[in-house]
T-cell receptor, first 116, second 112 residues
């Protein structure tokens, strides 16, 4: 089955600790995205990547970092600089641009991050 | 004005009712439109794309009104299982950015 896999499902972070959320897709999509969702709120874009070895900041990139070394993988690191990391983190992928810009995003099942 | 706006609701309807949600967007050059369903504490799942001529999938009908810059989702014969939050997403036109913008969602509660 093609899809997006996020892990872990639940993650707890201690003060001052960096944690990394995994996102893997086998849909052969060019673009991958990370969103943050707080209770009762919409999706806020953290980072996105159109192509391997390239990524761009979204609306709320401060305190986060990403890498895109492989097409299938787009891990997100929540650094200690992110003072309010408790949220639901969603990874998504889609085809990118041109005639593909009418393609929807597909989401992983999310990671819930909490502070210990 | 926000780029994509939805009435957060909740819309509280009895089983069997017909309910409609709108989603307005500010970028007149927006190219493609989608409705997603999000259950509590779950990821958004694509419900349907919205085509210019309107489209239907079972009890669900999606329409696009470019002149007034909104899309709509109509649910007929509501089921208890339709209770969820419905998010709209708008993809911009070309011009360098293909990042979709999501509305904050409309909450639907279907009661017996």
């Amino acid at each position: 089955d093609g899809g997006i896999t996020q892990s872990p499902k639940y993650l707890f972070r201690k003060e001052g600790q960096n944690v990394t959320l995994s996102c893997e897709q086998n849909l052969n999509h060019d673009a991958m995205y990370w969103y943050r969702q707080d209770p009762g709120q919409g999706l806020r874009l953290i980072y996105y990547s159109q192509i391997v070895n390239d990524f761009q900041k979204g609306d709320i990139a401060e305190g986060y970092s990403v890498s895109r070394e492989k097409k299938e993988s787009f891990p997100l690191t929540v650094t200690s600089a992110q003072k309010n990391p408790t949220a639901f983190y969603l990874c998504a992928s889609s085809q990118w641009g041109g005639q593909n810009s009418n393609q929807p995003q597909h989401f992983g099942d999310g990671t819930r991050l909490s502070i210990l | 004005r926000k780029e994509v706006e939805q009435d957060p609701g909740p819309f509280n309807v009895p089983e069997g009712a017909t309910v409609a949600f709108n989603c307005t967007y500010s970028n007149s050059a927006s190219q493609s439109f989608f409705w997603y369903r999000q259950d509590c504490r779950k990821e958004p799942k694509l419900l349907m794309s919205v085509y210019s001529s309107g489209n239907e999938d079972g009890r669900f009908t999606a329409q696009l009104n470019r002149a007034s810059q909104y899309i709509s989702l109509l649910i007929r014969d509501s089921k208890l299982s339709d209770s969820a939050t419905y998010l709209c997403a708008v993809n911009p036109s070309s011009g360098g950015s293909y990042i979709p913008t999501f509305g904050r969602g409309t909450s639907l509660i279907v009661h017996p």
